[in-house]
């Protein structure tokens, strides 16, 4: 089995005249939850998007389980990971249970005799999911009725229905109270446990990277400016990551926690 | 909260089928000449029906079939519920075609219309083609791009249009105008199997494309992340869809509403799934042309009312009805 889930080296993109990503080197052990994080606007959807296939016209090199992504098709990647993006529209008039079925597609041959309605084994691994992700409740409404963290959380388990091996997320608890962002962290950590799952995520959500992740890349302005154990990357450089004073401290029973206070701009 | 019944496929292809069947029984058997087809094989009622009014039937239906469908394919496509088939820039190209044809009395040269059929094949591919090369040089296939610049070409050709109608004696303008309310006069079997060429293959590939359009729904992210090739399939579809609607409205003219109408009324019925609206689309909108032209043919009887104005007679107050009863077609709020 391949160990690096992702090397990329010297991983460069411009908008135009504006930098995005600038000079990045490292890697992704596979089999690991790996937080990406940063200040709004320091290049981390970006990065994600590259990693996961889906942004093409960088400079440097990426490889995709020891592969350069260039000899990765669309389809081939559709059937080794899945992806969460931050902010979609979606279409009325599904129901849930359509959304989450929408999965299953990439990995399908698409043959006539299961197009219009799904085989029995089918409905039996959309029916897992959703009771995995504590959604079949909803799977009858329709999705644009739902609030906005419901939504996230059935494009979610869309996305674990296509692949739950490798999965990249996108702010997956954008909208979410703070008792559904629990559940949620609690549940990614479940699955990457049971299916040694590789899981990047791009998050805000610095006290779930301090406890539900093994290894977390801060970007700064479009750089990599340090990666590896979260508590050690973040006590070090999460000041000038964020602009904030960050004071970090660990309880047996409550795990890491985090405190902020604003600093003066600079 | 209404749910799904699995059994709806079925259902809707069946009532589809059901629907065509009837449009084609009527429309054989009503016309301006009083003929029961029952009458006999080979008397002159049925050598009548046979020459004269089924290959005018036969010619509605593919044409409904193809615009219907291919309204569908678009509306999902660019995820745009006003798209019709005649939002991309083709059938304007087509019209221009024709006109010019009409003006320099080209439309004889091979016979009735057959002169005609291929100067406005040629401007609907020369509009596609000036699409394709403006958003290759924008490299941009996006959905606002490909529909900003359909419509640009739409009102370009138009304004040509206009242009020459005002340079066009009395006669040759009424010839334009009535070609320009979509019509299907004076049809024949040869015309008839001169269309199938052209649109079989967009009616064949947008039935495998429903996969597709419905991750697309999800979002262009999600689609791609699924392994859609975004620009592949919009090159792809606007190439078929371009080819068949060219070629429909080289014969027919431009007939209105029914490429935005037929998947609306589908939709608005329950019908989300792409992978069942794009038959259903094209059941329904065999039957509801062939049914448009069979009132078009009798309702000012010796008179023939271009079906274009039929169309949009009958499918206005229909959609306005159903939006108002049934709820939104607004497809694409969050």
Not at chain 1, 15 to 27: F, H, I, K, M, Q
Not at chain 1, 199 to 220: G, K, M, R, Y
Not at chain 1, 239 to 249: N, P, T
Not at chain 2, 180 to 190: K, N, P, S, Y
Request: aromatic share 8%.
């Amino acid at each position: 089995m391949v160990k690096t889930l992702l090397h990329f080296t010297n991983l460069s993109l411009a908008a135009g005249d504006v930098p995005l990503l600038r000079d990045l080197t490292g890697s992704i052990p596979r089999g690991k939850m790996v937080a990406i994080a940063g200040a709004s606007g320091a290049g981390k959807t970006t990065l994600l998007r590259c990693l996961s296939g889906l942004n093409g016209g960088f400079t440097g090199s990426i490889n995709f389980l020891d592969q350069p992504m260039e000899q990765w098709s669309a389809r081939r990647m559709a059937s080794h990971r899945s992806y969460l993006p931050q902010n979609e529209q979606v279409s009325a008039g599904w129901s849930c249970l359509d959304v989450v079925q929408l999965g299953l597609v990439p990995i399908r041959d698409s043959s006539l005799r299961n197009a219009l309605t799904p085989a029995a084994g089918d409905l039996a691994l959309i029916e897992e999911v959703l009771a995995l992700t504590g959604l079949s409740v909803f799977s009858h409404r329709l999705f644009h009725t739902l609030s906005g963290g419901e939504k996230r959380r059935i494009l979610f388990a869309r996305a674990l229905l296509q692949n739950r091996d490798i999965m990249f997320l996108d702010e997956p608890t954008a909208f979410f109270d703070p008792g559904q962002a629990l559940r949620f962290w609690n549940l990614l950590s479940e699955i990457h446990t049971k299916s040694q799952s590789s899981i990047v995520v791009v998050t805000h959500d610095l006290q779930a990277i301090l406890n539900s992740f093994q290894e977390v890349l801060l970007l700064h302005r479009g750089s990599l400016m340090a990666t590896g154990d979260p508590k050690k990357v973040l006590t070090e450089h999460g000041e000038k990551a964020f602009g904030v004073s960050l004071s970090i401290g660990e309880d047996p029973s409550w795990g890491c926690f985090i405190k902020t206070r604003g600093n003066r701009h600079p | 909260m209404m749910q799904r019944s699995p059994r709806q496929p079925i259902l809707v292809l069946t009532g589809g089928v059901i629907f065509l069947l009837a449009a084609l029984a009527l429309g054989l058997s009503v016309g301006t000449t009083k003929i029961v087809p029952l009458g006999g094989l080979f008397d002159d009622a049925s050598r009548w029906i046979f020459h004269i009014r089924a290959p005018r039937v036969f010619l509605a239906a593919l044409l409904g079939a193809t615009l219907a469908m291919s309204g569908a394919a678009l509306q999902g496509l660019l995820r745009n519920p006003l798209v019709s088939p005649y939002t991309i820039g083709v059938s304007s190209g087509s019209s221009l075609g024709a006109v010019i044809a009409l003006r320099f009395g080209m439309e004889g040269i091979f016979g009735s219309l057959l002169g005609l059929f291929p100067m406005a094949l040629a401007g609907g591919m020369f509009s596609m083609l000036l699409l394709f090369a403006l958003s290759r040089r924008s490299r941009q296939w996006t959905g606002t791009t490909l529909l900003l610049s359909g419509i640009t070409i739409s009102f370009f050709c138009s304004a040509m249009i206009m242009f020459i109608q005002y340079t066009a004696t009395y006669q040759e303008s009424f010839k334009m105008v009535r070609w320009l309310m979509g019509t299907m006069d004076f049809i024949t079997w040869e015309q008839t199997a001169l269309l199938l060429p052209f649109v079989l293959p967009a009616l064949i590939y947008l039935n495998m494309v429903g996969d597709h359009l419905n991750l697309l729904t999800l979002g262009e992210d999600t689609a791609r992340s699924s392994g859609v090739s975004l620009s592949r399939l919009t090159i792809l579809i606007y190439l078929f869809v371009s080819i068949a609607v060219a070629a429909t409205v080289a014969l027919a003219g431009p007939i209105a509403f029914v490429g935005l109408i037929v998947p609306h009324i589908l939709r608005i019925s329950g019908v989300i799934s792409h992978r069942l609206l794009l038959p259903a689309s094209m059941l329904f909108g065999a039957g509801f042309l062939i049914f448009a032209d069979t009132v078009a043919r009798v309702i000012l009887a010796p008179q023939q009312v271009p079906v274009g104005v039929i169309t949009s007679l009958i499918g206005g107050p229909f959609f306005l009805f159903l939006l108002v009863h049934r709820g939104t077609t607004d497809t694409h709020s969050s």
